[in-house]
């Protein structure tokens, strides 16, 4: 391996990408990958040939040389770089490539690529998701994986998520995307994670979609993902799915469930595995709003995402969202110069190499804004265009506007011009009348009457055709297409009053002008709008998440209001807004001042105490000031713009009594977020029994302990086995002035596999067993403490998690998505010398100091002498009640080998002593050695007379056990782990020593 030792660094990076790598790789994309440049990397692969290590494959393509080291040989000894992190390029630590750690090595690419993904998609970027999703594929396909953990394969399906939404936010590798679908669900089944794969079955339809299968071959998934969300019910699993099944209802042409879904998704909720996804999913909903004519809420929806990608950097989701803007804005008859300000603002981020599907869209989008200006011409090139570069990519569907492109499409057939290669206008017609998608099927039928019309059929059956149009549109919320097919009704009903023969007059749908068939303003509801309020009020009252209840009350305001976004505020001091909820105001947007806009109004609202309004032609807002009780005042506000004609129009309707109504409202989720916050109490088996353990030379500790109980940070116990370490930590607890409750863990004692369910708790359905939700021990400590016992005995899986945890005090159950905060305070313990750990590598550096904040070692007992006494006489008079004896005193003789002895299980051990000398005292006479105990056994040696202990009086089994588990124990000095402990005498599981060790009351 001398070759190896002799490379420099730049070729150690290469050659480590060489070994990752499935086939070859270019010189660019390597250079891309590593953050070098190219003369750097042609030049290292140039030396690696040398050296007989690289191959060349073509024009600037390398491959590892055939007959050379393997992969496995180069991974295990090529030398480590001195930086990890390697100049920036997108893997972010080039030795992670040769971690024997699959899924860490998988961890770190997702992560790579979806960081990069923050600032813009590039060509290598796009390789590197195509080999990671092969080297997910291949380790599917490897037998090794039957031998992985559950806690492991639920880390490689979580990132299975996580590649099939960046390969649907890219639109890449779909065809590998369903490989590994249909082996992330095969484990998913396996280790019984409903959750997932409820996921993993609509990203599947999705999938599917993308590839052309039809939406009703899809509706069996559909109806069984949705079967299995009921079945769950809960509202961590109904918000990620709702983001999907409002995709998917938008794709089978029902506009009404698309909105409906939409409302079920939190904002502010965070998946970090579907990031990508949740930006660009939107455009759904915000597409059924323009098709219901909601356009205040379409523009709303469009603008606050649009405004948030671009304050994120993030040039492929802003494209997306100016293309969005432009297809509403232009059917809500905008000014044309703000039309086409979104149109080419999109042109000049899309780049068609890049960004294959949003460049679709682009000329979608190019060729209906030539058409709806009647510039026809310029639409059929767009129209050509649009067609001639979906043909050369993968996918067989487009994601949105496709039932526009259709129509387009038949009236350029009928309007003579040649024909578009690759479109079939009779097959796209029949294909679309037979399909699921309703919103097809309705333009399908508007374009056969058009083209019965042409062929010269009775206008009886045209008529007919449109009125089945018109049906359908309706069912499926295409109100927007109702009022251009109504206008052809008409046309036809005259044609039949006037008995017109020979020669018909051309009927061409895009001759109706947009501004008079665009959808009128929707008639009011019944009542006045603080009766509708009230009627919708009234279905929150049953919420009993504050956050939920908050961001329904928002929604329902944004359309009663018909405003475009509404946000409630909790005061505005000092020019800053801090937001409670909001419907379309983004995170991002508060952070960076963009709703600073609403500071004077709401200021005046609240001076006032009175509802503010503003009523220009192109701006309308109000802010209603809410007294929410124990708070400051709160605003509720509300905006429009583009549309503001449509708030403007209710302004004068929001008065007193409405702000009446809404505080009321807001005062009933304050009080009962209020009463949520406070403490919760729950039992813990054990607590009650507090024996004491205090003594002279424990003073100073104590002391100390009590100036760092009143603090929140992390303290770590250090001290043998039996020293009172959890003991300790409850006497910190309670001098702590902590509400909540303390909360013991003893990760030891349980199953590894459980371990992470029991810390953070988990979702029904989350794994085979998951009957029903569990709160975790980091839930249960809200506002108390949480001592974790044994902290050294923690896998660095775990570690790694419970860092996270420390950090900002928020965790997400297993199986779940969503964030919860605990205010819990950390007490570790461990007999373990860490500093050491930290060095073997057993235990992680980060989480070593963030638990080393403050330390406090407990002395054992052999070097507390003055305490054995005192400690003792406590114990006999602790056991001498329960046992109904006599409290006896110790001789002179007594004290005088207590204080001897070394006591290797410190005051777990004397406890143990005590307890037995009051059971086998009779009548003055206290027995602390028995003749058989009366030196420390040790052992490798057999102690007499144990057999008489262990069976006199003929005990019960139960009874045996304890006693046979005591004697061990002490044998053994108090230690469990490890083979000269409990775990290595007994030959069993240290899980189910601890068990039986608690289930007997001996720790």
Known sequence: MHRLSALTEDQVVALSVLAFVRSHIHESVLAEWTGSTIRETSLALRGLHGAGLAHACGTACWQLAPGGLGRAEIRAHLPTLEARAYRGGLLSEIDRLRGPDEIAVFEALVADISNRLEVSVTAGLRVLLTETLEQMLAFCDEERTLEKSREELSRFLELAIAILGLSLYLARNLSLSIRLFFFANEIAIRIGDMRKRIILKLSEVLLDHFTGRSSLQALPSLMESQEAIDELGDNDILCIAAMFLSSLHFNQGDMKKTLHYYNEVDPASYVWNLRYYKDLSGIYPSSA???????????????????????KGNELTEGWWCLQLTMVLGDAGCDRGEVEKYLNRARSLLDPRLHEMAYVFYLHVTACTHSRYGEMDKAYEALKAYHAFFTSCEFEQTLFGRSRSYELSVDFFRRGYPPIPSVDVEAETRKNLNGGDKMMRGAALRQKALLAYDAGKPLSVVRQLLTESMEVFHEAGGTIRIPQTRQLLERVGCLEKEGAGGQRPPLFLEEIAWPQAKIADPEPGVGSLTQRCTRRFKKLTSHKEPSIFYRQLVTIIQEEFE????????????GAVAGIAACNVSREELEHGVCNSLLPLASQAIERQ????????????????????????????????????????????????????????????????????????????????????????????LKKSAQAARTDATILILGETGVGKELFARHIHSESGRKGPFIPVHPASMAESLIESELFGHEKGAFTGAT??????????????????????????????????????????????????????????????????????????????????LPFTIPPLRERSEDIVYLAQMFLTHFARRYGKTVLSLTPGQIADLQSRPWQGNIRELKGIMERAV??????????????????????????????????GLPTLKELEKKYLAYVLGLTGGKVAGPDGLEGVLQTKRSTIYAKLKRHGLI
């Not at 509300?638 to 809404?662: C, F, K, N, P, V």
């Not at 050294?792 to 297993?814: A, D, M, P, Y």
């Open 289 to 311: 709003a323009h098709f219901l004519g909601k356009f205040h809420l379409a523009i709303g929806i469009a603008k606050s995402a649009c405004r948030t990608a671009h304050l």
């Open 563 to 574: 405003a475009e976004r509404v946000i409630l505020v909790r005061g505005v001091e000092e």
């Open 610 to 701: 009175e509802v503010a309004r503003v009523n220009l032609e192109s701006f309308a807002a109000v802010a209603i000031p809410v007294s929410a009780q124990g708070a400051s005042t709160w605003v509720l506000y509300a905006e429009s713009q583009e549309t503001s004609g449509r708030l403007g129009r209710l302004l004068g309707e929001m008065d007193e009594h409405l702000a009446l109504l809404i505080t009321s409202e807001v005062r009933s989720a304050v009080i009962l977020e209020a009463s949520q916050q406070q403490p919760r109490y729950y039992p813990v088996p054990g607590e009650s029994s507090h024996e004491p353990f205090y003594g002279v030379s424990m003073a100073p500790l």
């Open 919 to 952: 059971i086998l005292s009779s009548g003055d006479r206290l027995e602390l050695f028995p003749e058989a105990h009366e030196s420390s056994p040790s052992l490798s040696a057999p102690v007499a007379g144990a057999g008489t202990e262990l069976f006199g």
């Open 772 to 853: 029903s939700q569990k709160v975790g021990f980091f839930e249960l400590a809200n506002q108390g403490t949480l001592f974790i016992d044994e902290v050294g005995e923690i896998s660095l899986s775990l570690q790694v998690k419970l860092l996270r945890v420390l950090q900002n005090h928020k965790f997400t159950r297993v199986g779940g998505t969503k964030e919860h905060l605990s205010d819990f305070r950390l007490i570790a313990a461990t007999n373990r010398d860490l500093k050491q750990d930290v060095i073997d590598g057993t235990f992680r550096e980060d989480l070593f100091y963030r638990l080393f904040v």
